[in-house]
């Protein structure tokens, strides 16, 4: 049994996006509710925090660790961590009533992320989706925007990179799918789409992480769990986890070796929230396996 804590007192309306700066020693996420991008130092127990006017839902890192590209329901930005300031980057989804979702950095520095239809007010309350029109789109460091899907996914999620350089996880959990396709490394294309994991009861797939050995370490929203799945597809564990919605997670730590997992309060009651204080944190574990660094965008 895994013994996961609270980082710090804080709590999160949708936590989301966990990235490890290995330089600095240092956890960062986003609140896509709250509109703000969160800074953590473990070993000082610092936090600092940025406000933001659009809905973040994804951030990497630049390469010196100065400034972050952040997705933005509407949009790309470059966050500096000095001034605060977002300077926009490009714009991706033009289909109407779409926004960004989950992103993640490949290794060779391009940006990935998946969109949807958004299923938030401007004030953030919850809005009702009708339609799978989500897609996947690659942002190259030069702005380049290239859509690698067609728009046909519930809500994207899971963005991850197998350590050998062959394939590449996405999912949609709307359908409750994770799909493997070969990855193509110098040209950044995908291909060759197979289910990976489908159908698993306990809440739907949020985002995932990736272990050193190629398991997909993947966020059960609504599960009060994670699951590590292998590069066959196969469940070898159930990690319990004392949050309802588990959004994402990450390695982090001197050695990669502990695992940071956010979460949400969005969709939960007053009753369950009251009933438990956990809820919306950002958690910790110590992990046998060591984890993928997360990568860094630009070249």
Aim: glycine share 10%; net charge negative; aromatic share 10%.
């Amino acid at each position: 049994m895994m013994d996961f804590r609270p980082i710090s007192e804080e709590r999160y309306a949708v936590a989301e996006g966990p990235v490890w700066d290995g330089q600095k020693g240092k956890l960062f996420w986003v609140d896509i509710i709250g509109k703000t991008i969160h800074a953590h130092d473990p070993a000082s127990d610092r936090s600092k925090r940025w406000l933001s006017e659009d809905f973040p839902t994804a951030l990497a890192l630049s390469q010196d660790g100065n400034r972050a590209m952040v997705a933005l329901a509407d949009g790309m930005a470059w966050l500096d961590f000095d001034d605060g300031v977002f300077k926009p980057f490009t714009a991706v989804d033009p289909m109407d009533g779409n926004r960004l979702n989950e992103g993640k950095c490949d290794p060779q520095g391009r940006f990935w992320t998946g969109s949807m239809q958004t299923n938030l007010n401007p004030d953030g309350s919850g809005r009702t989706m009708d339609r799978n029109s989500g897609a996947l789109f690659r942002i190259d460091p030069d702005g380049t925007v290239s859509p690698r899907t067609e728009h046909v996914f519930g809500i994207s999620n899971t963005l991850a990179w197998s350590p050998d350089g062959r394939t590449f996880y996405f999912g949609d959990s709307v359908r409750n799918v994770i799909f493997a396709y070969d990855w193509h490394a110098d040209d950044g294309a995908i291909s060759n789409p197979r289910v990976h994991l489908e159908g698993f009861e306990r809440g739907a797939p949020d985002g995932s992480a990736i272990d050193e050995h190629g398991c997909l370490w993947n966020a059960r929203f609504g599960g009060s769990c994670l699951v590590r799945i292998t590069p066959g597809g196969e469940i070898d564990r159930i990690v319990e986890l004392p949050v309802t919605n588990p959004t994402s997670c990450t390695f982090g730590g001197p050695d990669r070796k502990q695992l940071f997992v956010t979460s949400a309060q969005f969709t939960l009651s007053d009753y369950q929230l009251a009933a438990n204080p956990m809820e919306g944190a950002v958690l910790c574990a110590a992990v046998d396996t060591p984890g993928v660094p997360d990568h860094r965008f630009g070249a």
